[in-house]
């Protein structure tokens, strides 16, 4: 029955006009011991087709989408962006050791002052802190793409800035200038398949202007144990 109830509120969801991938989602688990597995390269895993029931471990680590969502928002495309990474799973691990409900690699929460991964992965707070100042970052060292980009059409997709942003989340800001400075011929592919250009598709026209551009940022992980 949960498997059923699942499936029927992805459709609901798909209904509303978030972009799922209709490809599988690779292999995840919630064994925290996967956390040392070494990292390849930016691994992002693609969302199961909204006809197709799947189990979760509802009692466990539930999806957690807040209804209802208002399309455009940060609320939207955080939300949308965790259920395409995780399933919305904020104990998600995923065979490359990729960690949490956005997935983050251990290079990433370095660089955002984030070293206990443990800690990380029981702290819901401390993801969704982390995933705003990564926005803030990115939007930084994309602040002259984001300006001279948006609005423009790029191999027939609409170029704006939370396109951008989903992007360099999957497969770092630099692979997103190469894209733009190829005009679209250098797109960037996880371990799963999944492009810079998908990741630009899916995630076009969420208003995220309430998270502003910022050169240095860190989280204090210890705030939120």
């Known amino acids: 029955m949960k498997e059923v109830l699942i499936a029927v509120g992805i459709s609901s969801l798909a209904?509303?006009?978030?972009?799922?991938s209709t490809s599988s989602i690779p292999e995840v688990s919630d064994n925290l011991?996967?956390?040392s597995a070494?990292?390849?390269?930016?691994?992002k895993g693609l969302m199961p087709s909204p006809a197709i029931s799947v189990a979760l471990s509802v009692e466990k680590d539930p999806v957690n989408i807040p209804f209802p969502l208002v399309a455009g928002d940060y609320i939207a495309f955080k939300e949308a962006l965790g259920f395409k990474e995780s399933r919305g799973r904020y104990r998600c691990v995923n065979t490359l050791g990729y960690m949490g409900k956005y997935q983050f690699g251990k290079a990433t929460l370095a660089v955002l002052g984030i070293q206990d991964t443990l800690s990380f992965l029981h702290s819901p707070q401390l993801q969704e802190a982390v995933l705003e100042a990564n926005i803030a970052r990115n939007k930084w060292i994309l602040?002259?793409?984001?300006?001279y980009a948006s609005g423009k059409t790029i191999n027939g997709i609409r170029i704006t800035e939370s396109g951008l942003i989903a992007a360099a989340h999957l497969?770092?800001?630099g692979n997103v200038k190469k894209y733009l400075r190829s005009?679209?011929?250098k797109s960037m592919e996880d371990a799963y398949g999944t492009s810079v250009e998908d990741y630009i598709r899916h995630f076009a026209g969420y208003n995220l202007s309430t998270i502003k551009a910022k050169q240095k940022v860190r989280v204090n992980g210890e705030h939120y144990k």
């Open 33 to 35: 011991s996967i956390k």
């Open 183 to 185: 005009n679209g011929g």
């Open 171 to 173: 497969a770092g800001p």
């Open 143 to 147: 602040r002259q793409e984001i300006a």
């Open 15 to 20: 209904l509303l006009g978030y972009g799922f």
């Open 38 to 43: 070494p990292l390849f390269s930016k691994n």
